[in-house]
């Protein structure tokens, strides 16, 4: 008989994870690279390269690499991943205050 938590739905069902922790949430795009923390100061683009350079390494695919990191006026970073040749995968918008990410349409 299911407990009280588990209602019958198996490990992933209601009261086991919170919506949003599977599928897009948690693995989709912009996520991938890490889940925002809290931070004494402003996150500066020379650490936004470090952290994004560590997980392409952790990845291991040859034919990508960071592109151009810059600041904006709203308070994010933008981040570029691209190509060995230049060309854009994944544009990545990281929150200076809270290392928040998301992907850049």
Do not use: C, F, S
Not at 73 to 81: F, K, P, Y
Not at 84 to 102: F, K, S, Y
């Amino acid at each position: 008989m299911p407990g009280p938590m588990m209602q019958g739905y198996g490990a992933t069902g209601p009261g086991m994870m919170h919506p949003g922790m599977t599928g897009q949430g948690m693995t989709g795009q912009g996520m991938i690279y890490g889940m925002p923390g809290r931070y004494d100061q402003e996150i500066k683009p020379d650490q936004v390269r470090e952290m994004l350079q560590r997980r392409l390494d952790w990845h291991g695919n040859p034919r990508l690499k960071l592109g151009e990191i810059k600041p904006t006026e709203h308070g994010e970073i933008l981040a570029d991943i691209v190509t060995q040749e230049g060309t854009l995968v994944q544009r990545l918008a990281i929150d200076r205050r809270t290392g928040a990410l998301r992907q850049v349409d």
